[in-house]
């Protein structure tokens, strides 16, 4: 009689083999036979097929038994499963192999090692489930990982335990929840050749963005050491994004990073019976990016490469979750693993929903804040799980609708993790354990928190808001928010472009699938307020201060970082590649910095460089900091920032807009300026736009004009200077109206000088979405494009779309 085969080499594994292989196995394989063309790297191994696993399970005569204990088992009641997965386990790992099994696998592992040059060489022992990786339900995680395993001995206990990983508690609660037979789901092990990661660096990729699911981005998620720690939520990892687009044209369009703690990694164990360690990482190490931008964009490449593969045999977009490491040793890259994401990929476009907090208070209320995983709101009791032990947690008394907090989560509180309304942790990243299983439930989360478990007591009444960008807030108490649901079918097509002011990068992604013409207002300021913290001329200047506390400030803020310059420089080219990306390849309109004295000077180092005025709005901002002596280098700064977003990253779609500029002198010193830093109008298709907000600006439109490639009316400060008021007095509040007359005839006359001179002109503002009658004397006066905020949106368009029926206006043809 033939002997079974339990054996199948990596290499000869493909898609076909699901059943066989599992999942994560088949795609390997896949890969190896497909992808390594490209340049791909994946380590070498073998595969012990599920048939091993059946008749493993059959040559122990251990379905049946398994069975009798899951069916006297009340799956919900968390201290039954508990026990009930304990036994099966046990059961299991206590089983012996068939003789001819284990010589196979012996023989496989000993050939691997030759392969090597080595007598027993490391191995990842990993399990991959039938059920695993595919595309309508995610089982990432659901069973165990075992590395650095060495020697035939401890290999053959590994696959044991793997086996036994098929029911912890967490896979049979799984398996209930999407309906799958406990033993329709068969399991391979793959044995795979260890990567070095434990001198280098590892981590996740995702194809997408893991929170809106913006389609044309990768995040990267990395960290010293073995990847375990990024995937268990152990660690704060830096992430990295980068803009697959343009990427593939070839530009350097990595358009965030972010450091993160990176405090402790995973290596090799000691001689001894562990075969991993957690040890802290040197201070030099910790403080500063683990991955360089040649590694960014090669590994972004491969990622590219995997999911087009993958959509082009799938017949439809395939966006992918992919492990990876870099070997501390050889210095070479590494794909570990690669599974079909399962989230976002099976939404249907067109749909959103939004949170609408109404509390503009409640900032006053916030406790604590986190990165955001999802989109949404919830409140509840705290229920804080800290110091327990696995078999503990079924009798920790948590209840549904209960907010919990932890410093980590652990895979086999999936059960738990059900009843939970939000998620609150100390550790952990947007790839994290916590973070894929909160989004798989579709409850908010909120981790990284640091100090949530400290901060935070059981029975305490929250609010968890994960509706405001990438930064999660937990709030005191219940906050008053309204949920709306919108539909792009019902949107009606408008003659008169609409535009979105977008102010935040974090939620640029979120807003990337509405059907606008792009951003017409995208304000510097916000980018320098939230993400840089620090006065520019300060960052510049501030070691010939003699302040001792801002320059430990601004040392600890730049870290990664050469100098103050380049931090700057990074981080607003960031937050405006961001938006760009979104938006791409439609225009994004970006105005150079707007801050007033009074605004600068509040900001970290400010009360150096800015001079007290009498009246701030009317003062010392805009144009006339540029070419001053006192601000030029600041400037410089923005400038190299614009340049670098446009012609490293390949975002053209840029235009930069002057604010309050005064006479068409300033514009031309500006102009001389700009070019000084590198940035030339019309040089790489650079266009310029002016912020008319300024009754110079109308008066002198057409002399404006020939120096310009649009205007954007900033209704806001035009009223407050046609009226002569200060729009800040609520003396004269009463009195600010851009519907007067004055103000219309002013914006009547712009746009019939911008005409004649074949010059763009718009405007950004709330008055078209707040009153209609503005709305209806901005089209009838033919204006080029209206934008407004996000939120304004929806019903902006409506109202234009009323108003252009009623004047018999086509409606324009595409959304360019």
Known sequence: MNMKNYILQLKDASITDIDLVGGKSASLGEMIQHLTGFGINIPDGFIITSKAYEEFIKFNKLQDLINEIIEATDIDDLHQLSECGAQIRKQIENGEFPLSMETQIKRAYFNLGQRYQQHATDVAVRSSATAEDLPDA?????QDTYLNITGQDNLLIAVKNCFASLFTNRAISYRKMFGYEHFKVGLSVCVQKMVRSDKGVAGVAFSLDTESG?????????SYGLGEMIVQGLISPDEFIVFKPLLKEGFKSVIEKKLGKKHQKMIYGDCGHEAVQIINTPIQDSTRYCLNDIQILQLSNWVTIIEDYYSSRNGKWCPMDIEWAIDGISGQLFILQARPETVHSKKKPGCISEYKIHDRTRHDKMLLRGIAVGDKIASGKIHVLTGLEKADISRAGFRSGDIMVTDMTDPDWEPLMKKAAAIITNKGGRTCHAAIVARELNVPAIVGCENATAT???????????????TGFVYEGNISYEKMEHSFSELPRTSTPIMMNVGSPDRAFQYAHYPCYGVGLAREEFIINNYIKVHPMALLAHEGLGDIELSAHINHITKGYKNGEEFFIEKLSYGIAKIAAAFYPKNVIVRFSDFKTNEYYNMPGGKYFEPAEENPMIGWRGASRYYSSAYKEAFGMECKAIKKVRETMGLINVIVMIPFCRTVEELLKVYKTMDSFGLKRHENGLEVYLMAEIPSNVILAEQFARHIDGFSIGSNDLTQL????DRDSSLVAGL??????AVKNMISSLIVSAKKMNVKVGICGQGPSDYPDFAEFLVEAGIDTISVTPDSFMKTAKAIKCIEDKLGLEVASTVK
């Open 456 to 470: 935070l007591s059981t029975g305490q009444q929250v609010t968890a808001s994960c509706a405001e960008g990438e």
């Open 214 to 222: 913006f389609k044309d981005v990768i995040i990267i998620n990395a």
């Open 138 to 142: 995610s089982f990432a995680g659901q």
């Open 736 to 741: 600010y109206n851009e519907r007067n007359d």
């Open 722 to 725: 046609v009226l002569g008021l």
